[in-house]
């Protein structure tokens, strides 16, 4: 609205409102404002709260900050999605983290010389773009740890959703990390999560057990664990029955394979793996088949770990489908009706209405219907026999 014609003493009410109240207004608002669930359920003594309460010790004290056990988290996002970026603010406002942004890359904005091949790049200009674009943010980020220095840091892509309690789960996870990164019950790691890893796989579409694998980490009776018809995983799914587990168990493991990149995170010692070998390519490949490669790879020691089912997972957002995602293509006509999220039972993106009109509004299950898990998680270390 142009100011001209604007009545001047409605103005002057604004300018004087918006100072008297800043006080409130502008105040730096504490992030997450649910800072531990399963304190605040227990607390709350919901009888229907499948969560309790489960004091965090000390090694996994620091996954409760606002780097999540990082020491930073980087956003990906394109300049040309500022539309994403708001709505991953809100979410993790509400989840408590903070992060700084790693610019999204065009891939018309990549030169070809400054690719390690040009065999194996996509055929089309549009798959060219993309693919090749995701590819060189990732290594941007993964500089930005060299660079910086940095212990680890979690790379997180824009459509990323999560679990409303996924400080407890990571904290889970990290018992699994570091029981598989060999830590013992001497001194604190310097990282919670272990520090005996190239890259943790949070949020995968796909990851595999590694064949002949002995040291496995389950959480049995996790209550954010999705059934298994709600699950996706590219490539099929772990054996989980096969391997002696239920369907209410998360399994922390060497994972051999993976794909898709909504988050991962990587140890300062896995960056510059990282780095290097994605200049050593013969052939283009993006960015998460060439992760799975090192992950599989026995020549070039690379250790991920991932949770199956997987923790972070990509949104699709109600409302027009050409929105998704800067890589697949829709018809601008098809649209959503309602959003949803493989693999994550207390979507944050799924309750971010609900939280904004009541910051104690109970937490919604993604799939109501299905059996609840009652109780706290059951973790403890699997020993596989080989056959
Ligand atoms: C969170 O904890 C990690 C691991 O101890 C640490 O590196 C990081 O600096 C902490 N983040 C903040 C904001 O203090
Ligand atoms: C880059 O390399 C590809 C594959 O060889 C080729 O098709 C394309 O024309 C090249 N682009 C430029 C700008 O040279
Ligand atoms: C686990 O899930 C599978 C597949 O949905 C189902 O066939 C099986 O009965 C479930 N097991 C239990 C113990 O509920």
């Not at 794909?259 to 300062?268: F, I, Q």
Request: net charge neutral; glycine share 8%; hydrophobic share 40%.
């Amino acid at each position: 609205m142009p100011l001209v014609g604007f009545p001047r003493i409605l103005l002057i009410g604004v300018l004087v409102f918006c100072l008297f109240t800043g006080v409130s207004f502008f105040r730096q608002h504490p992030q997450g404002r649910l800072p531990n669930f399963w304190a605040h359920q227990a607390a709350n003594a919901n009888e229907n709260s499948p969560f309790s309460f489960k004091p965090s010790p000390g090694k996994f004290k620091d996954i409760r900050n606002s780097t999540l056990g990082f020491q930073k988290i980087f956003l990906i996002n394109l300049p040309e999605r500022p539309d994403k970026f708001d709505q991953f603010a809100i979410a993790a406002s509400f989840t408590g983290f903070t992060y700084d942004l790693i610019e999204g890359v065009k891939g018309a904005d990549v030169q070809n010389k400054s690719l390690p091949a040009l065999k194996g790049l996509p055929a089309t200009e549009r798959a060219r773009n993309n693919i090749v674009g995701c590819w060189r943010a990732h290594l941007n980020a993964a500089r930005t740890i060299v660079r910086n220095g940095l212990s680890s840091a979690l790379i997180i892509e824009d459509d990323a959703d999560w679990d409303v309690y996924i400080k407890d789960q990571l904290q889970e996870f990290a018992a699994g990390s570091q029981f598989l990164s060999g830590v013992t019950a001497g001194p604190k790691p310097h990282s919670p999560y272990g520090d005996d890893w190239d890259l943790l796989w949070l949020g995968h579409c796909g990851a595999q057990f590694t064949p002949g694998d002995k040291l496995q980490w389950a959480i049995a009776n996790d209550a954010t664990v999705p059934e298994p018809n709600r699950r996706a995983n590219f490539g099929g799914e772990p054996d989980i029955a096969a391997a002696g587990y239920d369907n209410s168990t998360r399994v922390v493991f060497r994972t051999s394979a993976g794909a898709c990149t909504y988050s991962y995170a990587l140890s300062y010692r896995g960056a510059r793996r990282y780095l290097r070998n994605q200049a050593l390519l013969e052939t283009f490949t993006p960015i998460d088949l060439g992760i799975s490669k090192m992950c599989k790879s026995k020549n070039t020691e690379f250790k991920c770990f991932a949770p199956f089912p997987q923790l972070i997972d990509s949104h699709k957002a109600a409302g027009r489908m050409s929105r998704d995602s800067d890589i697949a293509k829709y018809s601008a006509d098809d649209v959503r009706e309602h959003g949803f999220t493989f693999n994550i039972v207390h979507s944050i993106r799924l309750n971010i209405d609900s939280l904004l009109a009541d910051e104690n509004a109970p937490i919604q299950r993604q799939w109501p219907n299905d059996p609840e898990v009652i109780g706290p998680p059951r973790p403890r270390a699997m020993v596989q026999s080989q056959d």
